[in-house]
Each structure stands twice: as C-alpha cells, then as structure tokens.
C-alpha cells in the first residue's frame, strides 16, 4: 500500500483494517474514503491480472444482515471474537457466496455473490466482498471475477489492523 494511500485511509480516525496476506499477483486498483453520513467508511479494491477482484469495506454504522446465499463456510478471523451471543445469534462469522438463496432475491439479484458477514471491530464492521458488489460500485470493474472461496476465506482469516512504523511506512505492504 502507497503512503498516501495509508495517509488516506488513516486520517478517517479509525481502526484501517486491511488483508495480511494478499497474494503478490493483486495490488489496490481503487480506493474509496468518505466521511460522511451515517459516519466514516472506506473501501479498498483489489485486482490481479486475471481479472479477479475483492475488496475490504468498513462502515462505522448503518449495517444490516445481508441475505442467506446458496452456500456459506464458517470463518475464523483471529482479530474479531465469536460473534455467538450477538445479533448473529451463535452461528460465528462466515463466508456467504453464490446466489441468493431466497428466489425473491434471485430474481432480482441473478448474479452470483461472495462476501463476509460484518465483523465488529472496535471502530465499526468490516467485511470481505467479492466482484458483483465491486462491478455496482465501480463501472470500470464490472468485468472483475470472484476469487475462490477457500482464497476468499484466507484473506478474511488474514484481517489485521494498518499500522505505520516509526519511519512511516506501512508495514502492510501490497508489492
């Protein structure tokens, strides 16, 4: 990540939470930071050169609970807890991909989806999300493609919070 994109997202006067671990063929093809209404938010797209794309959302309020998909894999992001007891009820945190699974949802939504559910952090709710919620944000990647679900379920696992070092310079670097 460039200096001036940590500058970016760090003056939000949040905790930036981006991959760990993103592969070395993906860099951020776009950056988007607001602070606005319902609060501050940001959204860090990645890509590679096979069209792939994913992205990191942050919303510090105004989330809700996305509809079921066809199939979800339970995920273990070591920098949020269990969200058992919560309004997710003791299901955990997952990773919801493939159509809708309600055919209301369908209809209205026929492509196939890849997101996290929102995790709870201290500054507000991150998420993982996959080429169809990019292509309604950003015209210019509307072509992108879904990574792979197990990928998928690695970068969420991969979440850690941005951090510069005393010189600096990100220590979360994407080559």
Excluded: H
């Excluded at 959302?57 to 609970?65: H, K, L, R, S, T």
């Excluded at 996305?66 to 969200?83: A, C, K, S």
């Excluded at 944000?137 to 070092?165: H, K, M, N, Q, Y």
């Amino acid at each position: 990540m460039a200096p001036a994109q940590t500058s970016q997202l760090t003056s939000l006067g949040v905790e930036v939470v981006v991959p760990g671990q993103v592969p070395p063929s993906f860099s951020i093809v776009e950056l988007r930071v607001e602070q606005g209404d319902p609060g501050p938010s940001y959204l860090v797209v990645y890509q590679n050169n096979l069209n792939q794309c994913f992205a990191v959302e942050f919303a510090a309020e105004g989330i809700g609970d996305p509809p079921p998909t066809e199939n979800r894999v339970p995920i273990q992001p070591p920098l949020f807890g269990d969200p058992a007891g919560d309004s997710a009820g003791d299901r955990g945190y997952g990773l919801n991909y493939g159509p809708f699974a309600e055919a209301d949802m369908q209809a209205q939504f026929p492509e196939s989806n890849l997101f996290t559910d929102w995790m709870i952090g201290p500054s507000g709710a991150y998420r993982l999300i996959g080429a169809t919620y990019i292509g309604e944000l950003f015209e210019t990647l509307r072509g992108c493609e879904d990574i792979a679900p197990e990928e998928a379920v690695a970068l969420a696992e991969s979440l850690t919070v941005l951090t510069a070092d005393p010189m600096g310079e990100p220590l979360n670097r994407n080559p």
